[in-house]
């Protein structure tokens, strides 16, 4: 570059330096306002100025990497750069200096930057720029396509040597090892269970829970994905999932959960409790000093045997990680349902045992809802192996599809034999003209655990199931069909969990689920709701941060979808609910009923927060540090397109997305948290900011790909006015997408 070239700078970038010191604040105000309320946050938010420093370089450097990127390629194109700034807006006072032909700056406004050349964007068609051999308009396409592609290129670069890094030191990431299991999701009906590790996902061996993801959205419909899976006693095996794609799921999914650890969460400055809040474990005290849980206690051991709740055993360890058996502890949990239960901690060198006293399943009082049909078997089940035993020839058990709801096998009767030797029938309706054998009604939410709680104690465990089959041709009732089936108590907790809005729920021991109806079956005489009634929606309270309850959004429910509104009743922070009702095809008005907790229906969860287990990845060599970045390169690009794909086809909701200031929030908790996963934040925030800028979408890089591959092609730019209006386009785009996310940040963050 000759040095003594004319400069032509805009009057917008060389403005006349003010000439007192209220011009100069005058001149500067939007940046010193700026620089003031950053300030006032951190005092306000009481933030470590450790971690916002750390932040606010980090992000910087993405944006700097990014713009660097342009500005070496034009500089090797030989291409005029007037101006390479890292943010928007006026330059923030004291980060602004020229060095030859070009003004370097800091922008006040934090959400970018630019490298600004002689004959792109608003001075592209001045005369300058048609007569500058180094005008960017006057370089071949090709040399314009690298100067565009350059930031996205430095950004995956970056990304990459950020995973290097990281894995050279040693990155936690989370196993890929089942913590829990979706009632009725291919991995349940593949009988995956809890603490079973996955080895092999398709051809990629040694994965982490994190490739599982990327690579069951990539399957094409219908195409199973295998898993090889090495089981808790030692064994291997193959399953081959089908990804399920019910309209209501957000994305395809397997339906598991990662294995959690015992390691209670650290507290946080926002006062995050390492329990559920009104839960017994809140409650709950030490017996050695009556303090309460903490983060940072590990569970170590805690009571086994409902019928000795007060002896306690320790939890066995890994083998790899020497940690805490997760699985066994839930396991544990499941058996003392309806029991005080001891829990053991470790907390600063000193074991400390707590009393925890048992929850409560949530329900309305005196409403049962209808049963749904059947809809998953688990493959290795009894009641996968069921044949008919009053109909020879019929087949097996059937189970209903979301392209034919109405089909499959509805149950209608659930008859074992007691430990005195009585029998007992659990019925859809009570038939009066029986009379050799106990008839009771059953509630098909509560139907597992009642056949669970018959299982502990008797001696005979086959269970005698008839279901109605779904009309067939012209007949307009279906066919009774009763099977035995013999209970396996080795299914009875595996980590079954609701998987989504439209979850069954299962009889785990005979490994089969069933949906639940929102349609009434019963309710208590007098009460707001009435049998036939159908909820349609469900309002739960939230409470705030001061913990007042305001009202939660509604929640629509389908007809078969008993069991999501179940879970949502669970789940609420209080007792209180707005529901409506379809009446005989009528809606009526809003009502609020509130639910009581059920002393006779024990629920396993006892208000734990177990956060997923982390485990050490680590590169032993350079290249294996080289080889595990780039795979993490390609694996973050490959999920940010799925969910953007998923996005567009609304099988994710936009308010998942996050802005500038939740980036900004997640960067400053990480920072202050662990350097090697800041460092791993930084890659995912270059390859995020890569993909998302190389979208086809004016304004962008990707949009002004397409208009130079417009010109390849065509040989001649694409009409201007074609651009000038895509260019507009692409802004309100782009601005109205900003003032979104923004929004969903402010929601998040306060309130």
């Known amino acids: 570059m000759d040095k003594s070239e004319p400069v032509n700078v805009p009057e917008t970038e060389a403005a006349p330096r003010p000439t007192s010191i209220g011009g ?24 470590d100025i450790w971690p916002v420093v750390l932040a606010v370089l980090g992000l910087g450097l993405v944006i700097f990497i990014h713009e660097l990127g342009h500005f070496l390629a034009a500089k090797f194109c030989d291409v005029h750069v007037e101006t390479f700034s890292i943010g928007f807006g006026k330059a923030i006072p004291g980060c602004q200096f020229r060095r030859g032909e070009t003004l370097y700056k800091i922008g006040w406004i934090p959400l970018g930057g630019y490298v600004k050349m002689v004959g792109e964007g608003e001075n592209a068609d001045s005369e300058e720029a048609e007569e500058d051999p180094r005008s960017f308009k006057n370089k071949s396409v090709g040399k314009r396509m690298l100067i565009i592609s350059a930031g996205v290129i430095m950004n995956l670069i970056l990304g990459c040597i950020c995973f290097m890094v990281a894995y050279s030191h040693g990155v936690e990431e989370t196993p890929a090892i089942v913590g829990s299991v ?28 994190d490739d599982i993801r990327p690579k069951v959205m990539s399957a094409a419909k219908g195409d199973a994905v295998l898993f090889r899976v090495r089981e808790r006693d030692g064994s291997e095996r193959d399953a081959f999932l089908t990804p399920r794609r019910n309209p209501e799921d957000l994305y395809p999914l397997v339906g598991i959960n990662p294995i959690e650890q015992l390691t ?14 009104g839960s017994p474990a809140e409650k709950a005290e030490a017996i050695q000093d009556k303090s309460h849980f903490k983060g940072g206690d590990q569970i170590i051991g805690s009571s086994f045997d409902p019928k000795r709740p007060d002896e306690v055993r320790l939890i066995s360890l890994d083998p790899d990680t020497k940690k805490p058996d997760s699985v066994e502890f ?6 003392m349902r309806g029991k005080v239960m001891t829990v053991r901690v470790h907390r600063d060198g000193t074991a400390l045992d707590f009393k925890v006293d048992p929850a409560w399943t949530r329900v309305f009082p005196g409403v049962r809802l209808q049963m749904g049909r059947l809809a998953a078997l688990r493959s290795r089940g009894p009641a996968a192996k069921a044949v008919p035993v009053n109909a020879p020839g019929e087949p097996g058990l059937e189970i209903a599809t979301f392209e034919s709801p109405g089909s499959g096998d509805k149950i209608i009767s659930v008859e074992m034999t007691r430990e005195d030797g009585k029998r007992v029938r659990y019925v859809d309706v009570v038939d009066p003209t029986v009379t050799d054998v106990e008839q009771t009604p059953f509630d098909a939410l509560r139907l597992g655990y009642v056949l669970e709680t018959w299982a502990e104690s008797a001696k005979d465990l086959t269970v005698r199931v008839t279901v109605l089959r779904a009309p067939s041709g012209t007949a307009k009732v279906g066919r009774r069909v009763t099977f035995d089936m013999k209970w396996d108590p080795a299914l009875v907790y595996n980590g079954e969990m609701s998987a989504g809005m439209s979850s069954p729920i299962a009889i785990s021991g005979l490994g089969l689920a069933y949906y639940v109806d929102t349609t009434i079956d019963a309710a208590a005489p007098g009460g707001l709701l009435s049998p036939g009634d159908i909820i349609t929606e469900i309002r739960r309270e939230k409470l705030n941060k001061k913990g007042e309850a305001t009202p939660d959004d509604w929640v629509q429910l389908k007809q078969y979808q008993g069991v999501a509104l179940h879970q949502i009743i669970q789940g609420a922070s209080t007792l209180n609910f707005d529901i409506k009702v379809s009446r005989a095809g009528v809606a009526q008005p809003e009502m609020s009923i509130a639910a009581v907790e059920d002393k ?18 680590i590169a032993s060599d350079p290249l294996e540090a080289l080889e595990m970045g780039l795979h993490r390169t390609w694996r973050t690009v ?20 996050s802005g500038p200031l ?10 202050g948290y662990d350097l090697w996963q800041f460092i791993i934040f930084i890659g995912l925030i270059n390859i995020n900011l890569a993909v998302v800028n190389f979208l086809p979408i004016p304004l962008l890089d990707g949009g002004h790909m397409v208009f130079l591959i417009y010109e390849k092609v065509r040989g001649k730019p694409a009409p201007e006015k074609l651009q000038e209006y895509a260019m507009w386009g692409g802004l309100g785009f782009i601005l109205l997408l900003m003032a979104f996310v923004i929004f969903l940040d402010v929601r998040k963050l306060f309130f």
């Not at 939007?30 to 946050?41: D, H, S, T």
């Not at 009632?183 to 829970?209: E, M, N, V």
């Not at 209670?264 to 809040?277: E, M």
């Not at 939740?662 to 920072?671: D, P």
């Open 24 to 47: 100069w604040f005058a001149a500067n105000l939007l940046p010193i306002a700026f620089i003031g309320a950053v300030f006032g946050v951190i005092w306000w938010r009481e933030l």
């Open 182 to 209: 979706g009632t009725g999701s291919p991995a349940w009906q593949q009988d995956l269970r809890a603490g079973t590790q996955i080895i092999q996902i398709g051809t990629y061996t040694k994965p982490t829970f």
């Open 264 to 277: 209670l969460p650290k507290d946080r400055k926002s006062g995050d409790s390492p329990v559920n809040k």
């Open 330 to 335: 839930l396991s544990n949990q499941q058996r």
């Open 600 to 617: 006779t229906w024990p629920a396993s969860d006892r208000g734990f927060i177990l956060p997923f287990d982390a485990r050490i990845q």
């Open 638 to 657: 490959n999920v940010i397109y799925q969910t953007l794909y998923a996005t567009i086809f609304r099988q994710i909701s936009m308010k998942t997305f």
């Open 662 to 671: 939740q980036i900004a929030n997640a960067s400053y908790k990480i920072a």
